[in-house]
C-alpha cells in the first residue's frame, strides 16, 4: 500500500524536492503552500492552518503516515514567526491524531542550522508559551533575531515533544532537520550577491567548500518518514556542508551527563 505523505511549503525550495522525490518513489503526497499544491493554505494565519487540517482530513481519510512540516520563511517581520513557529506546530499537532492511524507513521520538521545563531531568548519562550499575539508583539523591532528566534523555539518544541507518549509513545518518530545554506528561491539572491556570501564565509564555514542543493536535504527527509528509519527519536540532523560541526566543535559534548544508561 502507498505511503500518504503531507508537505508543508511543497511548491518550492526543499519542499518541492521532497515532493517530487516522494512521489518518485511512489508516495501519495499532499502538498500544502499557497499556490500549486493540493492544498491551497496560508499557515501565516489561524483560519489558514485549521483550513489545512480540514482539507488533509478531508482527502486523506484522516490517514497520514508522513508529516512533513517545512514551510518557512526569512523576513525580518513578526510574520516570519507565524509561519516559522505557529504555521509549523499547528501542522504537527494538527496532523498528528492522523500520524496515529498511519503505518509505521513518521514526522519532520525542517529547522535550520540558524538554530544555533543568537537569538532572542525572551521571544524564543514567547513562541513556546503558544501565546501568538504576544509573541507576534514582541517580535516587533527584532529583525534578523526573529528568524533565529523561531528555529531555536521549534528545535526545542519538537525536541521536548518527540519523546511524549502523543508521539514516540504512539510509534510517531519525530525528528529535526537542520540545513544550513541551500540554494532555494529564498536564499537565491544571498547566494547571487558576492559582497553577502563573502561576509558569510565566518558565520557559515564550509568545509566541503560548497553550499547545498534542495535535493540533497530531500534524500534525508525521504529517509527520516521511510519505514527504515526505525530508531531515531527527537534527533537534530545538520545538513550544512560542515558548518554546525565547525562553528561548534566538540563543545555540545564538553558537558554531557556522565551517567551512562544501561545498554545490557
Known amino acids: 500500500m502507498k505511503r500518504t505523505a503531507v508537505i508543508t511549503g511543497s511548491a518550492s525550495g526543499i519542499g518541492k524536492a521532497t515532493r517530487d522525490l516522494l512521489l518518485a518513489r511512489g508516495y501519495r503526497v499532499f502538498g500544502v503552500d499557497l499556490h500549486d499544491a493540493e492544498v491551497i493554505a496560508d499557515l501565516s494565519k489561524p483560519e489558514g492552518r485549521e483550513a489545512m487540517i ?42 498528528q491524531p492522523m500520524l496515529v492511524k498511519g503505518q509505521q507513521p513518521r514526522a519532520v520538521l525542517v529547522a535550520s542550522l540558524a538554530n544555533t545563531f543568537p537569538h532572542d531568548d525572551a521571544l524564543v519562550e514567547a513562541y513556546l508559551a503558544g501565546d501568538e499575539p504576544a509573541a507576534l508583539k514582541l517580535s516587533e523591532g527584532k529583525g534578523d533575531l526573529i528568524y533565529a528566534s523561531t528555529k531555536a523555539a521549534v528545535t526545542r518544541w519538537a525536541r521536548r515533544h518527540a519523546v511524549q507518549p502523543s508521539w514516540a509513545g504512539a510509534g510517531i518518530l519525530l525528528n529535526i532537520v537542520a540545513p544550513g545554506l541551500i540554494q532555494t528561491p529564498m536564499t537565491q539572491a544571498m547566494i547571487d550577491d558576492p559582497k553577502t556570501m563573502e561576509n558569510f564565509k565566518g558565520l557559515l564555514p564550509m568545509p566541503i567548500g560548497r553550499y547545498g542543493q534542495p535535493g540533497e536535504v530531500a534524500e534525508l527527509i525521504a529517509f527520516l518518514v521511510s519505514p527504515e528509519n526505525s530508531l531515531m527519536v527527537g534527533q537534530v540532523i545538520y ?26
Do not use: C, H, K
Request: charged residues 15%; glycine residues 14%.
Open 54 to 95: 480540514y482539507a488533509v482530513r478531508w482527502m486523506t481519510g484522516g490517514v497520514v503516515d508522513a508529516v512533513v512540516a517545512n514551510a518557512g520563511l526569512a523576513l525580518p517581520e513578526p510574520i516570519t514567526g507565524s509561519v516559522n513557529y505557529f504555521g509549523a506546530i499547528a501542522a504537527l499537532e494538527g496532523l
Open 239 to 264: 545538513i550544512d556542508s560542515g558548518s554546525e560541526a565547525t562553528i561548534r566543535g566538540e563543545l555540545g559534548w564538553v558537558s554531557a551527563p556522565q551517567a551512562v544508561v544501561g545498554a545490557d
